[in-house]
């Protein structure tokens, strides 16, 4: 073909698209259609769920995770699976590292970013359900969770004010919610301090609207202390944690909460936490109190009580 | 049937009655439809404020001298008085005549409904009036139905609310000023007056649409409001003058609230809306509590919930006007040029040399500036998003729901484009052939916004287009699933089979006045109680919203397990769950 012919083939090219480019209206709009079709009739049948329930209750142990990907399946996830497959303890973990191994229950292929460098152990199919079982490279071993503390011959907790320490004991109450605004629930079971304050088992979303089991120490603010002593707790290497401002009071610049951790008479750690800061990470250094038995001290303070809904989790590994 | 601005067809009752017929055709289906959609937080709020209202006229008619005392009307219109009245004395007064007197509707809901589904049907009939004068009438049809095809239009014009009258009454406001422009008659002008009064009698988007008239009347009239100001003289067109002054009359006149400590209460008014706060929105896994506002939401929203098909019709019928406005800028520039000698380079104003080749070189003038005044209404209705980040995005797209009739407007044209393309590929389609090709066009570029449209319902804040992936794109990408607790409804057969006689529930993000409308028309069963905490409850709601994961929690802490015992869904995605008390 010469210059001239292809020119004049390019023309006509060019005069075919011109002549016909107005069907690309009504074409957009059947494929438009076509999509929406294929989008409404893509279901889960429930039968999908209950074989892919009983695949992951068949290898499932109990230092595994189990998660629904995408994140917004996960209401489905829990009425599917039930609250013996997905824990409170499961989803609200502090964070990934403390499992072996993650069951990601997933529709559509999708997979949760947060298992990225985890290695694919076996993949099985459930109809429109796919279940990967993923291997952590480096799981982390839990000596002692200190959440597991919040009970009575656990840990003792009491209020600190002017010098003087008035113990706030194990009450068995009625759980405590509200509407959106009223901040984390409280427990039928906590520990109640005077003026109001209290230590309790909660599930606190930071900034990130994610569910975090924690212990929920409102700080009183002033000089006032919060002082959680938890008993015969097993050291490890490092303490592990993480601390939060549930994020509906962390939206008024209010003063940061002061976390300090003790053990055997001296400070180990003076942490703070912002508004801004959202689910914290920390990571003390306990190598000196490894492998002992013994009392370990959280305080917390506050320049103010307003708006410091506060809640810290740790672990000794 | 394929004019351009300017060409005016003739112009008869058979297109009124097309517009309306289309008007009623469309209230006709929001009536059917009207029982499967719960109510939105608001609405319980206006079935309130309807019923108290209604009572001011019944004293009107009663004892008309104690209608006009102070204490009276405070007492009336305290409540809620950050709106202004019109649509919830309408709202009242079809509750209390169409359904409590007259019994024409069922549910009393339906009939405090019915004059805002009303104002739907209007705003098709506009649009079609609009468009069809302006682009023809096949624009002015597609037009119609594509701005009813829209399914966040659709949902939000079943709602006692302002959000679909004030649409409605932003694109009658536009179309009288154009009509007052064009006609020129006293009449007409005094027309536009009282429509704008309405407008802001409707809900305060009304403020902002002086931008649009005065904006377009310097296009249309500059010049002369420049000769006459350097001659020492103001003469404003009379459409503008109207509505400067009979706007804000009307609204205070028919405003009761507003009949003493008037100036005291307007600032209120104004303080409200200008300050008014933030609610919590998720937009792209993200929650917004506060400013500043991502400018990329209103774009991507309309994106996500206009059918794509009327995004590619409107693309192409504004291309069309922005070229033809183009056009008559060159050609202003081209004769200002020539009348003024100056050396200016002649290329300046020269369409090919502006890539504007294969142009035509001559645009049919159109003394209305119609294109300009349809980009106007359509870019003020969207502009605050784009301007300010201080604005919220709380409500989703229905703060700028004036800007749809415009884009189906300009959709329309795009659709005119198309349908000249197929007659000039296919001049030798004959008889029957070609009205049914012609029609076939308009089907292809009608059913998916239609099929769309239905399926959405009654989820219609959860549902998104295909485009991002129908409802679970829209949650893959974070975009919220929901406001204002309508979805409620949704668990009713749930709790009808499952809650035991007198059990409370926990209604969440439902507002007391919606949930008790419920119950009273048999949607909810209505031996439960509602109650406010989940602690206190048998059953607990949480209406999946980013934000209101708090909930979910809460409900952990309180009833010690993370199942839900039903979960609501739509086309699979999460939108409600159920807890039970074990």
Redesign the interface.
């Known amino acids: 073909m010469n210059a001239e012919e292809a020119t004049h083939s390019l023309s006509a090219v060019r005069a075919l698209f011109r002549?016909?480019?107005?069907l690309?209206?009504?074409a957009?709009?059947?494929l438009?259609?076509a999509?929406?079709?294929v989008?409404?009739t893509?279901?889960?049948p429930a039968e999908d769920w209950a074989a892919a329930r009983d695949g992951v209750k068949a290898g499932v142990r109990p230092n595994d995770l189990v998660v629904f990907s995408?994140a917004?399946?996960?209401?489905?996830g829990?009425?599917y699976?039930?609250?013996n497959l997905?824990?409170?303890g499961r989803?609200?973990r502090p964070d990934d590292t403390r499992f072996a191994r993650a069951f990601e229950v997933s529709?559509?292929g999708?997979h949760l970013a947060e298992f990225e460098g985890w290695k694919v152990e076996a993949t099985q199919h459930f109809g429109a359900i796919t279940v990967n079982i993923l291997d952590n490279p480096s799981p982390a071993t839990v000596i002692d969770d200190l959440v597991d503390h919040a009970a009575p011959d656990k840990a003792q907790v009491a209020l600190v004010e002017g010098g003087n320490e008035t113990g706030c004991p194990w009450t068995r109450g009625?759980?405590?919610?509200?509407?959106?605004g009223?901040?984390?629930?409280?427990?039928a079971d906590r520990f109640v301090c005077p003026r109001s304050s209290f230590v309790a088992?909660?599930?606190?979303?930071a900034n990130d609207?994610?569910?975090h089991r924690c212990l929920y120490a409102p700080p009183v603010g002033g000089s006032s202390v919060l002082r959680i002593r938890f008993v015969d707790v097993e050291f490890g290497r490092t303490l592990h944690g993480h601390q939060a401002i549930?994020?509906?009071a962390a939206?008024y610049n209010s003063p940061p909460v002061t976390l300090v951790w003790k053990a055997q008479g001296r400070t180990l750690a003076r942490l703070t936490e912002q508004d801004a800061d959202g689910w914290k990470p920390f990571e003390i250094d306990t190598g000196d109190l490894a492998g002992q038995k013994g009392e370990l001290v959280a305080e917390v303070s506050a320049p103010s009580g307003s708006n410091r809904q506060y809640c810290f989790e740790a672990d000794t590994r | 049937m394929t004019n351009t601005a300017g060409a005016r067809p003739a112009f008869g009752w058979k297109d009124h009655a097309l517009g309306g017929g289309l008007g009623v055709l469309y209230v006709s289906w929001l009536l059917l439809s009207a029982r499967t959609l719960g109510f939105a937080r608001d609405e319980g709020f206006y079935f309130r404020a309807g019923r108290q209202y209604s009572r001011w006229f019944d004293l009107l008619l009663s004892r008309s001298p104690e209608a006009f005392e102070s204490r009276t009307i405070d007492s009336i219109f305290s409540y809620n008085h950050e709106h202004p009245v019109l649509m919830k004395c309408l709202f009242g007064l079809s509750w209390e005549y169409l359904h409590e007197k007259a019994h024409v509707f069922t549910d009393a809901s339906t009939a405090f409904r019915f004059p805002a589904m009303v104002t739907a049907g209007v705003a098709l009939w506009v649009t079609y009036l609009f468009g069809a004068r302006a682009y023809g009438r096949w624009a002015g049809v597609i037009a119609a139905l594509l701005l009813g095809l829209m399914p966040r239009v659709f949902y939000h014009a079943h709602l006692a609310c302002f959000d679909i009258p004030i649409m409605t009454m932003w694109t009658l406001s536009v179309y009288v000023y154009w009509r007052a422009t064009q006609e020129r008659g006293f009449g007409w002008a005094i027309a536009a007056g009282l429509v704008y009064g309405l407008a802001l009698m409707t809900k305060h988007n009304a403020w902002i649409l002086p931008a649009v008239f005065v904006a377009h009347a310097l296009v249309v009239h500059g010049r002369a409001i420049l000769r006459n100001l350097a001659a020492g003289r103001v003469v404003l067109p009379a459409p503008l003058v109207a509505m400067a002054t009979l706007g804000p009359l009307l609204f205070c006149a028919g405003w009761p609230w507003m009949w003493s400590d008037t100036a005291e209460r307007v600032k209120e008014y104004v303080s409200f809306h200008l300050n008014h706060e933030y609610y919590n929105m998720e937009f792209l896994g993200r929650n917004y509590g506060a400013a500043p506002s991502p400018r990329s939401y209103m774009p991507v929203m309309i994106l996500a919930t206009v059918p794509a098909v009327t995004l590619a019709l409107f693309g192409l019928g504004a291309f069309d006007r922005l070229r033809v406005l183009v056009l008559r800028i060159l050609e202003w520039g081209r004769v200002t040029l020539a009348r003024s000698r100056r050396r200016v380079p002649a290329s300046l104003f020269d369409s090919t040399a502006l890539g504007l080749s294969g142009l035509e070189p001559h645009v049919p003038k159109d003394k209305a500036a119609t294109d300009v005044l349809i980009f106007l209404a359509c870019a003020t209705a969207l502009a605050p998003w784009v301007l300010s980040t201080k604005y919220p995005i709380f409500g989703g797209t229905k703060h700028w729901l004036p800007a749809y009739p415009f884009l189906a407007i300009l959709a329309g044209r795009g659709f005119v484009i198309a349908l000249s393309a197929l007659r000039r590929t296919w001049p030798g389609l004959v008889g029957w052939i070609r009205p049914a090709t012609e029609i076939g066009l308009a089907f292809a570029v009608t059913i998916g916004p239609l099929v769309i449209t239905v399926h959405s319902h009654p989820f219609g804040l959860s549902s998104y287009v295909p485009l991002v992936g129908g409802t679970a794109g829209g949650a893959d990408l974070g975009l919220n699933r929901q406001f204002w607790g309508f979805t409620t409804q949704g668990v009713g057969p749930y709790l009808e089979k499952n809650a035991p006689r007198h059990a409370s529930v926990f209604i969440h993000d439902t507002a007391w006045e919606s949930w008790q409308q419920m119950q009273a028309e048999d949607r909810i069963r209505n031996d439960l109680r509602g109650v406010n905490s989940p602690s206190e409850a048998d059953f607990a709601l949480v209406h999946h919203e980013l934000h209101m994961n708090e909930i979910d929690y809460e409900i952990w802490v309180a009833y010690g397990n993370d199942a839900p015992a039903y979960v609501l869904t739509h086309d699979e995605v999460p939108i409600v769950s159920v807890y039970r008390r074990r």
Do not use: K, M, N
């Open positions: 002549r016909y480019v107005f690309a209206i009504p957009i709009g059947l438009e259609l999509a929406h079709i989008q409404v893509t279901r889960i995408p917004w399946l996960d209401p489905l829990r009425e699976f039930r609250d997905a824990t409170i989803e609200a529709i559509r999708e009625s759980p405590q919610t509200g509407q959106i009223f901040g984390p629930g409280i427990p088992t909660s599930v606190v979303p609207f994610r569910p549930s994020w509906a939206r």
